[in-house]
C-alpha cells in the first residue's frame, strides 16, 4: 500500500498543476485582452429563452449585441419554437436568467413553479398579429356572436396566444355552446400547420370553418387565401401583452446588470423606432423573412418604450401630476379572469404585485431617458356626440358576456351585487375594448309592454349614470336603450323554463364601431 502511495501523490500534483497551468493562462490570456483592447476582459452573459415572435426581435438586432458588449454582456438565446410550458419547466431549474413570453402564459405556467420570476417590463402589446380568420359565412352579420356554433370546426394551436384569443373571446362574449360543447376544437401543432389545414379547407370546404393563426400566416390566409378576418388582437387590449421576466435569484444578486440590460434594450427600441428601414432590414434579417412581409408584421405590434412602460403599465408618473396607469396589473387580473371561467387557472392571483418589480423603471425613469418622439403617454380615446339616426349606423361587433346586474325589488335602483357588476364591465370597457362606443340594453320579463319599456329605459340609464359618475366612462360613449320584453334571449340547449325566465330581465353592452359613419 506505502508503495502506491507516493505515485499517487505525484500523479495528485502533476494534476494540479496542470489545471492551475490552464487556469492561470486563462487568467493571464483575459488580463491580457484588458490591458491591450477596450474590453475589460469579464462579460456578463445572460441566457435568455423565447421564440420566433417578431416582437422579440430587437434583442437579436447587431445594434442590440454592439451596445450590450460595450456595457460588458452578452446574451444567450434558446429557441422553444414556442413551448411555454418547456419554457417555465426550464426557467425554474434556473436555465435561464430571463424568459419573455406573453402574461397569460406566465400565469397559466408559472404557477406550478410557485411564479419563479418577476415581471420586469412589457415588450410589446399583439395588435393583430394573433387572429381567427375563416370563410364569410361563419359570420354573416359581421357579430362575434355568431361564433357561437358547436358544429363549426375551429383549427388552432393549443397553450398559445391562439389558444388564449379563443378562451378570451368565448369568456367575453358568452360563446356557451362552444363552451359547454368541444366538438368544435381542433388541435395542431403550430400557426404553420393551421394554415395548411385552411388551404385544404379552401379546396373542400368541409376540412374547416375557422382558423386561429399569428403572423406572417395571419396576413397570408387573408392575401393568399381570400379568407376573411373574423377577430382579433387589434379589437381589444390588456389581454395579449409579451412582457421581460427575471428570475428571483438573479434580481436579487445582480440588480445593477439588469438595469444596465433595460437601459440598453430601450435605447436600441429607440435607435430602431427613428431608423424604419433599418429595423425591416434587420428583423428581415432576424428572421428569413421578406420585407415586405416584415413591414406588415411590425404594424401588428405595438412595442412599450421606457415612457410607456412608467405611464402606461406600471403606474411611474413621469412627473409629479403626469397621469399614469396600472396596465400590468389589470393585464394579470383579466387574464386571470379568461383562465378561470375556462378552467386553465384554478384559483385567482391573490397579490399581483407579489409577480412584478418596478424598482428598475423607476431608477431608469429618474435618470431621465426619454424616448424619441414620446411625451410619455398616449391621449385617451374620445368619443363625439352622435344622432340617432347616427347611432343606428354603428356597426354592432358583438354583446359582451357579464353576469346578472341586479336592482333593487321593482326599482331602478342598483343593489350592491349589482354596483359589483357594473364597476366590472367598466374595468373591462375602459381597459380591454376603449375604442367602442356602447349600447347599454335593459331588458324586463314579460308583463305590461309600456310599464315594462319605461323600465328598461330607466335600469339601462341608472347603469350609464354609475359609468360616468363612478368611472369617468365619456358620457357621448354609451347609448341606453329600454328594450323591455322585445328582445328575449337565446334558450341554452337543456335549459328549464324557470331558469330561462329569470334570464329575460339582464342588461346588456353590445360594442359598436365607428368605421361605418
Known amino acids: 500500500m506505502s508503495k502506491l502511495k507516493g505515485p499517487f501523490i505525484l500523479f495528485l500534483v502533476i494534476t494540479l498543476l496542470v489545471i492551475a497551468g490552464y487556469y492561470g493562462k486563462e487568467i493571464l490570456f483575459n488580463q491580457q485582452i484588458a490591458d491591450t483592447s477596450d474590453a475589460s476582459g469579464s462579460t456578463t452573459t445572460f441566457r435568455w429563452a423565447g421564440d420566433g415572435y417578431l416582437g422579440y426581435s430587437f434583442l437579436e438586432t447587431l445594434e442590440m449585441k454592439k451596445q450590450l458588449a460595450r456595457n460588458e454582456m452578452a446574451l444567450k438565446f434558446t429557441d422553444d419554437g414556442g413551448d411555454y410550458k418547456s419554457r417555465l419547466e426550464k426557467f425554474a431549474d434556473k436555465e435561464y436568467d430571463f424568459i419573455v413570453l406573453p402574461v397569460n402564459s406566465y400565469l397559466e405556467h408559472g404557477g406550478e413553479h410557485k411564479y419563479p420570476g418577476v415581471i420586469v417590463a412589457?415588450?410589446?402589446?399583439?395588435?393583430?398579429?394573433?387572429?381567427?380568420?375563416?370563410?364569410?359565412?361563419?359570420?354573416?352579420?359581421?357579430k362575434i356572436n355568431e361564433l357561437n356554433n358547436s358544429d363549426l370546426r375551429i383549427y388552432y394551436t393549443p397553450a398559445s396566444p391562439s389558444s388564449f384569443l379563443l378562451d378570451l373571446t368565448i369568456t367575453d362574449f358568452a360563446l356557451d355552446e362552444l363552451s359547454n360543447d368541444q366538438a368544435w376544437r381542433r388541435e395542431v401543432n403550430g400557426s404553420e400547420e393551421v394554415f395548411a389545414m385552411a388551404e385544404k379547407a379552401v379546396k373542400d370546404r368541409s376540412k374547416g370553418d375557422a382558423f386561429v393563426m399569428w403572423e406572417p400566416e395571419v396576413s397570408k390566409a387573408i392575401n393568399e387565401?381570400?379568407?376573411?378576418?373574423?377577430?382579433?388582437?387589434?379589437?381589444?387590449?390588456?389581454?395579449?401583452?409579451?412582457?421581460?421576466?427575471?428570475?428571483?435569484?438573479?434580481?436579487?444578486?445582480?440588480?445593477?446588470?439588469?438595469?444596465?440590460?433595460?437601459?440598453?434594450?430601450?435605447?436600441?427600441?429607440?435607435?430602431?423606432?427613428?431608423?424604419?428601414e433599418e429595423m425591416v432590414k434587420e428583423f428581415s434579417r432576424i428572421t428569413g423573412l421578406k420585407k415586405n412581409v416584415v413591414s406588415r408584421m411590425i404594424e401588428n405590434i405595438d412595442w412599450y418604450n421606457l415612457n410607456e412602460n412608467c405611464t402606461q403599465m406600471f403606474d411611474i408618473p413621469l412627473e409629479i401630476g403626469f397621469p399614469s396607469r396600472d396596465g400590468m396589473i389589470n393585464s394579470i387580473y383579466a387574464c386571470s379572469d379568461i383562465m378561470i371561467?375556462?378552467?386553465?387557472?384554478?384559483?385567482?392571483?391573490?397579490?399581483?404585485?407579489?409577480?412584478?418589480?418596478?424598482?428598475?423603471?423607476?431608477?431608469?425613469?429618474?435618470?431621465?431617458?426619454?424616448?424619441?418622439?414620446?411625451?410619455?403617454?398616449?391621449?385617451?380615446?374620445?368619443?363625439?356626440?352622435?344622432?340617432?339616426?347616427?347611432?343606428?349606423?354603428?356597426?354592432?361587433?358583438?354583446?359582451?358576456?357579464?353576469?346578472?346586474?341586479?336592482?333593487?325589488?321593482?326599482?331602478?335602483?342598483?343593489?350592491?351585487?349589482?354596483?359589483?357588476?357594473?364597476?366590472?364591465?367598466?374595468?373591462?370597457?375602459?381597459?380591454?375594448?376603449?375604442?367602442?362606443?356602447?349600447a347599454i340594453r335593459g331588458h324586463t320579463g314579460r308583463g305590461d309592454q309600456k310599464a315594462n319599456m319605461t323600465l328598461s329605459q330607466k335600469r339601462a340609464e341608472v347603469v350609464r349614470q354609475r359609468l360616468i359618475a363612478v368611472h369617468g366612462i365619456d358620457e357621448n360613449r354609451m347609448n341606453p336603450q329600454g328594450l323591455g320584453a322585445s328582445s328575449p334571449p337565446k334558450k341554452k340547449s337543456g335549459e328549464n323554463s324557470r331558469a330561462y325566465r329569470l334570464r329575460w330581465a339582464r342588461v346588456e353592452f353590445a360594442l359598436l364601431s365607428d368605421d361605418n359613419i
Open 122 to 142: 412589457a415588450i410589446a402589446e399583439s395588435k393583430g398579429a394573433d387572429a381567427i380568420v375563416g370563410f364569410d359565412d361563419v359570420l354573416p352579420s359581421n
Open 225 to 276: 387565401l381570400g379568407l376573411k378576418k373574423l377577430w382579433g388582437s387589434d379589437q381589444f387590449s390588456g389581454y395579449i401583452i409579451d412582457v421581460f421576466v427575471f428570475r428571483r435569484e438573479v434580481v436579487s444578486k445582480s440588480p445593477e446588470k439588469i438595469k444596465a440590460f433595460l437601459k440598453t434594450y430601450f435605447r436600441v427600441l429607440n435607435y430602431y423606432n427613428s431608423r424604419d
Open 341 to 438: 371561467q375556462t378552467g386553465r387557472m384554478q384559483e385567482d392571483i391573490e397579490d399581483p404585485y407579489q409577480l412584478i418589480n418596478t424598482n428598475f423603471l423607476e431608477d431608469l425613469n429618474n435618470s431621465n431617458i426619454k424616448s424619441i418622439g414620446e411625451n410619455g403617454n398616449s391621449d385617451d380615446q374620445q368619443f363625439g356626440s352622435l344622432t340617432p339616426s347616427q347611432w343606428e349606423n354603428l356597426q354592432e361587433i358583438g354583446t359582451m358576456r357579464v353576469e346578472p346586474i341586479t336592482f333593487q325589488s321593482g326599482t331602478s335602483h342598483l343593489d350592491y351585487q349589482g354596483e359589483e357588476i357594473v364597476d366590472k364591465v367598466a374595468n373591462m370597457l375602459v381597459n380591454n375594448y376603449p375604442e367602442y362606443r356602447i
